[in-house]
């Protein structure tokens, strides 16, 4: 059985920090493409950022452009965890936040992913 745990989230304050992690178990995440969504009340769930199985290489980490410079997704083979840091964060940073993993060596910029985590939610006050 897959799971994907995230944890981390809470309420920090316009420009703070936050690291989430999702914690996964039943799958090897280095052979998976792992990626970050989030979602707000009556929106879609979007990928922000994309983190390629080590099969494909030495890939970079992908964003939506208005995480550039402020995120950084990252991968702990050893604990076989998906992390985001979350730096500088701002109002509209707020939303639920979602792991998830697809069986590809090269993540899609959709939400067709294969297994998905509970959501932990982040919530910046300004």
């Not at 994907?4 to 178990?25: A, D, T």
């Not at 992390?83 to 910029?109: G, S």
Request: with cysteine; charged share 20%.
């Amino acid at each position: 059985r897959v799971t994907l745990v995230e944890s981390g989230g809470g309420s920090v304050q316009s420009g703070g920090s936050l690291r989430l992690s999702c914690e996964v178990s039943g799958i090897i995440s280095r052979d998976y493409c792992m990626a970050w969504f989030r979602q707000v009340p009556g929106g879609e769930r979007d990928p922000i950022a994309l983190l390629d199985s080590e099969g494909h290489g030495d890939d970079p980490p992908r964003y939506i452009d208005s995480l550039k410079g402020r995120f950084t997704v990252s991968r702990d083979n050893a604990k076989n965890t998906l992390y985001l840091q979350m730096n500088n964060v701002k109002p509209e940073d707020t939303a639920m936040y979602y792991c998830a993993a697809i069986d590809r060596y090269y993540c899609p910029w959709h939400s067709g992913y294969d297994y998905w985590g509970q959501g932990t939610q982040v919530t910046v006050s300004s």
